[in-house]
């Protein structure tokens, strides 16, 4: 079993910054892609940014420009920088982990408790 613990979310203004952070314990074998959902209030959970073992990061269109994703596998951990938020960033941010298990190497994907980002004046 492997375990996501997020820090970071609360409530920023327009245009400010915020820092989430994700650390994978338990029974970490092999992490395949690591990164960031979100889903806003009446809609469906979207991708923000992941990251695969080989180093591809994969952006939605809003973060594009905005928000940096870092992976460090040493640490099993990801951190989502994010910039230049809007209003529309508001959601609860989910960390994401495509895992292979030890046993068998299936897939098996876990998610986070959720941490709230809150963007308003």
């Known amino acids: 079993q492997v375990q996501l613990v997020e820090s970071g979310g609360g409530l920023v203004q327009p245009g400010g910054s915020l820092t989430l952070s994700c650390t994978a314990t338990?029974?970490?074998?092999?992490?395949?892609?690591l990164g960031w959902y979100r889903q806003a209030p009446g809609k469906q959970r979207e991708l923000v940014a992941t990251?695969?073992?080989?180093?591809?990061?994969n952006y939605a269109d809003y973060a594009k420009g905005r928000f940096v994703l870092t992976r460090d596998d040493a640490k099993r951990t990801v951190i989502l920088q994010m910039n230049s938020l809007k209003p529309e960033d508001t959601a609860v941010y989910y960390c994401?982990?495509?895992?292979?298990?030890?046993?068998?190497?299936?897939?098996?994907?876990?998610w986070g408790q959720g941490t709230q980002v809150t963007v308003s004046s």
């Open positions: 338990g029974d970490v074998f092999s992490m395949n892609s």
């Open positions: 990251q695969t073992a080989s180093g591809f990061r």
């Open positions: 994401y982990l495509d895992h292979s298990e030890r046993e068998d190497y299936s897939r098996r994907y876990y």
